[in-house]
């Protein structure tokens, strides 16, 4: 079934309002195993014309968001009921819905209500609980269009999101439902720590089509790799066994968590927590720990030393490591971490300290380089701290050096609370 | 001037990604005075084909955006060559800048590598400093194409935001500046602290318009309401008149900085230093001051204290306090805000303590409670610290709970330093 998507609205062409439309109808079509084919966006007024003329041959569906308003450059009703073909007149129904809508909010009908209640004969109203303008569908119709044997399926739908969003659910879902003859495919992301999207298709890419899916496509974003299949739940569990053997324990998530929802989940079930020690990523890590929803449990001291005296005072650094090694340095990392721990008291302590630039590199250590560490407390009496540490170079912008730094921080402790747990 | 934006990803239409790119190139574009005609998003692989089929014949400038990666979906670059008519040679400086890019990060040149640095003939290589693909600006040719006289201005661009955003800048406006043949009317964003959009409009809307403006536009985001004018420099000028009339000191930038960049300026230019003690917010204050370059001069201690006694141990909260007034309490941010002052020996220290949700909420103190402080050293010696508190009810979901936080905790530093600086 091809879907077409038109937006229409000027706001959305000059960078004031984001599209969320496409994006949640995107989601919803997806839920039904049905994809968007295109989705194209114009402006107000009678580019409509032109972009349903170009959708109407190649569709099976054709969803419009806006244009059904009160306003002069609202004509995709119009517009729509011209190329088909079907005259319009006034729905006794719909203007009584209007009449009462406006009632209720001290206001009359007008002549653009008059407008709305207009409705093209051989189409169904869409009610709309939450505004004036009735959305409207069209089912298929033979010979109206040259070269067109049968008109898609066309719904009109209201722009703003509070009134599409129900008509949708109440309305549009019904229909398409009585559409389908198919049960719809599955969907699974892989989330792979680490970068090298190309490197994830080299090795992946044929073994994976070979399990018979569907759908294969990859998404990079920073310190990590999505690979997502779509497909029968038989290829889908094939391509996990693969992608399981390929990733190893770099796989963080199946189910499109976040890194830090991972660690945070992995830190709930063991019933342990974790303290931060951050220079560069200046708090980073412990705001996305705390983004997750019950953080509180798991996550309660974070130190942001960016000063080398907030180092000294807060982590127990000692000053001569500072003068000897500099404060990005292997003896300084490992003393934050195993400071934080001591101070907290928690199992678990990360720190980073390193070079975000712009300014501040040297040729020994360039913009990009930072250490991390990772201090583990024992588990039993008299057990020492162990810790971890690592050197890395993300030469890259300020926040994406603080967002790589961080999703490698929160990855080794991660790995670590994976193999503790095994 | 006709354009045609193509975003090519099948994320961008299965609901899983925002299509960003729409709307920041939507803003770009209007800034130089010309706005996109048509936005079109086509799933990887070979729509892109009937996409450009349809666009070329139509527009002047054409943007396609996604498909230069290096896995087997990516083809903008290989079908754009087709249709125009031009042989693909492989390009030498750009084959030597992936193998210095991947040889950065470890890796060698692959199969795709080469791939990557095939650049159609006639094509002139955009630069991407952040990424293998380059992207490609095909100017216009004659007679290459039926039905078209000329073909468009062509530009591919990589997915990637950080690698597409760079590019855009250094590399597509100049030449797009060199196209236009009138002078771009100008733009000026006024952006005020706290909420309101509506009442924005209602009171400034006439105004703002009888200054013969060209053009204006209101934005909501957390915290803020932006403004925006475009028109000439008179009618910037006294539209800048109206909104600091009507704003006062809650107009912190008419220049588009953000909120922390104002902050950080503000304290460079005084020579002063702040802390932080942050609970709700979990770092997220430190971590927008520290997405400043140069904040390290101005910020050296964060202290997150999610944990009552992180509170006690770190900033000298009094058990007593919190067992009498709770974490979330005038007395308790007061002391943590005088606490973090003492410990850090900054000018100022502001300390945030809330009901983040979604749990933890009570009748007295729901869900969205939030209290916030501002402590500030004496100039001179024996003058006592004076401490500010506020209490504010932000009934968000958590990361809009924790942005509407910190932004009214930064705006407090903020209008004390204009005060001071005035």
């Known amino acids: 079934m091809r879907i077409d998507l038109i937006n229409t609205g000027t706001e959305l062409l000059l960078g004031q309002t984001l599209n969320t439309h496409a994006h949640w109808l995107g989601g919803e079509f997806f839920q039904l195993g049905l994809r968007i084919q295109r989705q194209v966006c114009i402006p107000d007024g009678d580019e409509i014309r032109l972009a349903l003329l170009e959708s109407i041959p190649r569709s099976d569906v054709i969803v419009v968001t806006g244009g059904l308003g009160p306003t002069s450059d609202d004509i995709t009703r119009e517009i729509t009921a011209e190329l088909l073909g079907l005259p319009l007149e006034q729905d006794s129904l719909v203007l009584e819905h209007i009449r009462a809508y406006l009632a209720r909010r001290h206001r009359e009908l007008n002549a653009n209500s008059y407008r709305q209640a207009q409705v093209p004969c051989g189409a169904r109203v869409l009610a709309n609980r939450f505004g004036t303008a009735p959305g409207l569908y069209f089912p298929p119709q033979s010979g109206v269009m040259a070269g067109v044997g049968q008109t898609p399926h066309i719904f009109l739908l209201p722009g703003p999101p509070r009134e599409l969003k129900p008509m949708w659910t109440d309305e549009v879902l019904p229909i398409l439902r009585g559409l389908l003859t198919v049960e719809p495919p599955g969907l699974r992301n892989f989330k ?112 942001v030393t960016y000063a080398n005296q907030a180092k000294e005072r807060l982590l127990g650094v000692k000053a001569s490591d500072l003068a000897d090694h500099g404060a990005v340095s292997e003896p300084v990392v490992r003393a934050m971490a195993e400071g934080a721990l001591g101070a907290s008291g928690a199992d678990y302590a990360l720190a980073v300290t390193g070079v975000a630039g712009p300014g501040g590199g040297t040729a020994e250590k360039p913009v990009g380089t930072v250490w991390i560490a990772l201090a583990v407390r024992g588990r039993v009496a008299g057990e020492p701290v162990t810790t971890t540490v690592l050197r890395e170079h993300f030469p890259f912008e300020r926040e994406m050096f603080k967002a790589m730094t961080s999703q490698t921080a929160l990855d080794m402790l991660r790995r670590r609370l994976g193999q503790e747990q095994a």
């Open 192 to 303: 792979r720590f680490g970068v090298g999207e190309a490197q994830v298709a080299e090795t992946l890419e044929e073994p994976l089509r070979a399990t018979g899916i569907m759908e294969l496509g990859y998404c990079a974003r920073p310190g990590e790799v999505m690979v997502r299949v779509i497909g029968s739940a038989a290829a889908l569990d094939a391509c996990g066994v693969l992608v399981r053997a390929a990733f190893g324990d770099r796989l963080f998530s199946d189910t499109d968590e976040l890194m830090e929802q991972v660690v945070v989940r992995l830190l709930r079930q063991a019933g342990r927590t974790v303290a931060t020690a951050e220079s560069c990523t200046g708090g980073l890590m412990a705001n996305r720990l705390t983004n997750v929803a019950g953080a509180s449990e798991v996550f309660g001291w974070g130190f």
